[in-house]
Structure formats: structure tokens, C-alpha cells
């Protein structure tokens, strides 16, 4: 159990008076004193109930329990993932130094792949094959799930740049997507691009079984097969399924599916991100790795943001967390974060394999603004629940409406304010009961001068380090995601009783009633 953190707990429950934010705002230091900003990033946690000495007593227990040894045994490359024996090493995929610690053979497996990811990506994105100028692509469909998709999706809309290249992803089992897809695409224009580290995934491999016989229906198998890429550490299982290595990626097993948007998983999305745009992207997520492992804990971004998340989540004992972009090319961004904090911290079991009794992860969800204010906000504001947002946006818009941006801008400043203070900031009592906000809804705001690659990936990482100052402080194991797998198991024993009625499944399922049911209507 973790003395610590539950002492801590309890102290800020007991003995730190909890000032409503309308009295935060109105202190003239509050912004100075509660924001953090790095190269072209600010963060502003001016919109919270943390106060001084909260924030002391936090960073505190952070250091006291740790924080900054265990900071340095993730870059150091320890397996720190101790349920799986192995480190997590993504930041060797975008910061040299990281990579620099690892053995020389891998380094050079590693700097190899990356030479071949810019290079298939510039031959995708002049319209052909790597190393077939004659044999064009004008389509490219990226199959995957989970953060094999979630990346390259989110880098498309944000940082994607216009060209004759189009991506498509298919992720889902269901077939719908795919069939409708299909019909509308020349085999003879299209790549396909299979992401799977195991290559053992069930509905990634379904849907490449079907797209290859598909392309094989009218190209024949070696010509279906030039066209068909994976990239995947199980060379063996690549081979089986007939892909060259010459058409493969490597993905090595220290990199987890939802931190692998930095590796060749992201080769479609690198094609269509411009010359240079990708590794622009590394060198932004590499930026905020060394501002992680060298700032102070109070100047620290990522630190500070788990503060916030831990105050929030243990101390408020709120349940929910709302990202909202405000910029329509980051609506990806919350269902990427949904994957990226909820299946590393949504663990019930510490380090010592003893149940926690705190929360851990909150429930993640949001959509961009302004939609969101009708879709959302009516419960932000007037729900019995407390919902702490994520308010993020751009400066500088890449577009020259700037009487638009200024409007998106104002509402988003708007909201944060309102969420805050009410109706009470207004300035004129509401009588109405009905219409009155009773405020003291916190907030942050992210701001990037401009979404460019490089900000895009300060921000990926920020989010990446923040989830795991949480594990430290929760003493779980962000890196692991068992409970992803239980219901692929279930399944397993479910379908064949579905497809064949003799097939039964173990009586605690309490399927059987349902199943007859669905193969009645069959």
C-alpha cells in the first residue's frame, strides 16, 4: 500500500482550506505562479483549486516517492514494464540520446528503419511503390487497431498536407466499413499497410486476409503481395502470411501499441505529412523529452500536469476528465488520449500486487469546440457531476479568417471563464434558478503558438510523460494492458457457438437463451 500518497491524501483533505476559484482568479500573481511554458508551449493551471501550499505538499510526495529515480530508470532503459520484463523504450524512437543507450546492433536496426520509413513514405508520396516509379499509388489502406490507427489517423488530420494521396483506415472487425471501401478503389493504384507488432491480431489480420484476396482477384498473388507492407516484429509471421521482408518495418517489442505513433507504425501518415514533416514531429516529442528529464518539478510540464490530474482525480475525487480541442484538425486528439491514459492507468493492482485504495485513471472523453458547447458543456456547467476540462488550441491558425480564429479563441477563453466563476460572472445576480451556473468548475488551457509537427509532438509526449508521473504516484505499472485481452479470449469461445449450434459455451457465460435467439434470426 502506499503509505505516502494516501498520508498525502489525507492532509490535503484535512488541513488545506479550499479557496473557489473565483477567489484564485482574483489574485494577481495566480497566472504567473500557476503556469508552465516550453519552447512555443504553454500550460495554465491558473482555472484549478490548487493553491501554494497543495502544490508544495505535492510535488513534495512526487519527490519523496521517487518521481525523479524512476524518471530515470524509464529513459535509462530498465524494465520498468515489470509485468512484461521489458523497458518501454519509445523515446529511442525519436531521441537520440535515448537511442544512443541502447546496444549498437539495435541502434543501427533502428536508425535502418527509420532510413526506410522517410524512404517508403517519399515514394508513397510521389504517387508509386518504393523503388517502382512505374507502378503508382493513389490510395493507401492502413490496417491496424488500437494506437496502430489512433496515431496515423490524428498525425493525418492535424499535420496532413494536400496531395493525390489518400489514406484509409480500417481498424474495427466489422466488415461494413471495409466492403464499402473496397468497391470504390483500383487495386492497381492502391498500397496496403498491415500494423501489428505480434502480427497475431485477429481483427487486423482478418481485414488483411480480405483486402489481399481482394488485390489478388485482379492483380494476381506475387502482384498483390509487391504492393502489401507490414510492419511488425514477428518477421516469422510476416513470412507466413507472404509479405517480403523487403516490404517490412521493424517494430521492437519495447515499443507498446499506444505509444507507437513515434515508430514505422506511421508510415502513412509520414507520407502525407510534406518533406519533413515527420522527423519535425520527433524532434517535438524529443524537445519535451529532455525538458521531462531536466526542468525543475516546478517548472516541469509534465509533472505539473499529473499534479493536476492527481489534485483532480484523488483529492476532488472527480471521476470524469473532458479533452476539447478547440481547432477541428485536433479532433482525433481525445479518443488517442482516451487510449493512451486509460489503458496505462486504468490499474486496480500496485507494485506489490496488492489492490489500491485510491482512484486511479479517470474516465477520458471529449470532442472539439465549439461543438462540444452543444453537445457537452449543458452537464459541465449545471450536472451534478464535476468534470475537470483539457482546453487546447493554436495561437496562429493556418488560415487567413482570423476574424474566425479570433471568435474560436474568444469561446474557448469564454467557456474556461464561465466554467469557473458562473453566472456570477456576470456581474448582475441571475434570479432565474434555472438559468443560474454555480461555477467552481476547473480547467486548464493548453496553448501551442502554432499546431506545426514539432508542437504536435511537444504535446504527444507531454501527455505520454504526464501518465507516467500518475503511475508513480499510484505505484502501478502504466506499460501493461491485460484487460484488453480478456474479452478477445471470451470471444474466442463464443464464436464458434455462433456460427454452429452444436458449438455450446460454459454455462456462467449465460449466453445461451441470447445465442439461440441471434441464430433464430439468422
Not at 136 to 154: E, N
Not at 333 to 358: F, H, T, W
Not at 447 to 464: C, I, K, N, R
Not at 487 to 508: C, F, H, R, T
Request: proline content about 4%; charged content about 20%.
Amino acid at each position: 500500500m502506499n503509505q505516502k500518497f494516501t498520508h498525502m491524501l489525507q492532509k490535503c483533505n484535512t488541513e488545506f482550506e479550499h479557496k473557489s476559484l473565483s477567489e484564485n482568479l482574483g489574485h494577481p500573481d495566480r497566472f504567473k505562479d500557476f503556469s508552465v511554458k516550453t519552447d512555443g508551449l504553454l500550460m495554465d493551471l491558473s482555472r484549478t483549486a490548487l493553491s501554494a501550499e497543495s502544490l508544495k505538499l505535492m510535488l513534495g510526495v512526487l519527490k519523496d516517492m521517487g518521481v525523479e529515480d524512476a524518471r530515470e530508470r524509464l529513459f535509462a532503459g530498465e524494465k520498468i514494464n515489470f509485468t512484461e520484463n521489458r523497458p518501454a523504450l519509445h523515446m529511442a524512437m525519436r531521441c537520440d540520446e535515448v537511442l544512443a543507450g541502447l546496444d549498437a546492433d539495435m541502434v543501427g536496426v533502428v536508425n535502418q528503419t527509420k532510413q526506410r520509413l522517410i524512404e517508403f513514405a517519399s515514394a508513397f508520396a510521389a504517387g508509386h511503390l518504393p523503388g517502382e516509379p512505374a507502378q503508382p499509388v493513389r490510395h493507401i489502406i492502413h490496417i491496424g487497431i488500437g494506437g496502430s490507427v489512433l496515431g496515423p489517423r490524428l498525425l493525418i488530420e492535424a499535420l496532413g498536407k494536400d496531395s493525390g494521396l489518400k489514406v484509409h483506415f480500417l481498424s474495427s472487425i466489422d466488415a461494413h466499413l471495409r466492403s464499402k471501401l473496397l468497391a470504390s478503389l483500383d487495386p492497381a493504384e492502391t498500397a496496403v499497410i498491415v500494423a501489428t507488432k505480434s502480427f497475431t491480431t485477429g481483427e487486423t489480420l482478418l481485414h488483411a486476409s480480405r483486402v489481399l484476396q481482394w488485390m489478388e482477384q485482379s492483380l494476381g498473388r506475387d502482384a498483390a503481395l509487391q504492393r502489401t507492407f507490414a510492419v511488425s516484429g514477428n518477421q516469422q509471421a510476416v513470412d507466413a502470411f507472404g509479405v517480403s521482408s523487403q516490404n517490412t518495418l521493424y517494430l521492437p517489442d519495447w515499443v507498446g501499441g499506444r505509444y507507437s505513433i513515434w515508430s514505422a507504425v506511421s508510415l502513412s501518415a509520414a507520407a502525407v505529412m510534406g518533406e519533413g514533416g515527420f522527423t519535425d514531429f520527433l524532434a517535438g516529442a524529443a524537445a519535451m523529452d529532455r525538458h521531462f528529464q531536466s526542468a525543475a518539478l516546478h517548472e516541469n510540464l509534465p509533472v505539473m500536469m499529473a499534479v493536476a490530474g492527481i489534485w483532480h482525480r484523488n483529492v476532488c475525487a472527480y471521476p470524469a476528465h473532458a479533452v476539447i480541442p478547440y481547432d477541428y484538425r485536433l479532433r482525433s486528439l481525445p479518443a488517442y488520449l482516451q487510449q493512451l491514459v486509460m489503458e496505462s492507468n486504468g490499474k486496480s493492482i500496485d507494485r506489490q500486487g496488492e489492490a489500491v485504495n485510491y482512484a486511479t485513471s479517470a474516465v477520458l472523453f471529449g470532442e472539439p469546440g465549439t461543438d462540444a458547447q452543444h453537445s457537452l458543456f449543458q452537464m459541465f456547467h449545471q450536472g451534478t457531476d464535476i468534470v475537470p476540462l483539457s482546453f487546447i488550441a493554436a495561437i496562429r491558425p493556418d488560415h487567413e479568417d482570423h476574424e474566425a480564429h479570433a471568435g474560436l479563441l474568444a469561446n474557448m477563453l469564454a467557456q474556461a471563464t464561465a466554467l469557473a466563476t458562473g453566472t456570477a460572472g456576470l456581474g448582475d445576480e441571475v434570479t432565474n434558478i434555472h438559468k443560474r451556473m454555480p461555477g467552481e468548475r476547473p480547467s486548464e488551457v493548453i496553448l501551442l503558438d502554432q499546431l506545426t509537427p514539432f508542437s504536435l509532438g511537444q504535446l504527444l509526449a507531454l501527455y505520454e510523460h504526464k501518465v507516467f508521473v500518475e503511475s508513480v504516484a499510484w505505484d502501478i505499472n502504466p506499460f501493461d494492458q491485460f484487460g484488453v485481452e480478456l474479452g478477445k479470449v471470451v470471444a474466442k469461445n463464443i464464436q464458434p457457438a455462433l456460427e454452429d449450434e452444436s458449438q455450446g459455451v460454459p454455462a456462467n457465460y449465460g449466453l445461451n437463451s441470447l445465442l439461440d435467439y441471434i441464430r433464430s434470426k439468422r
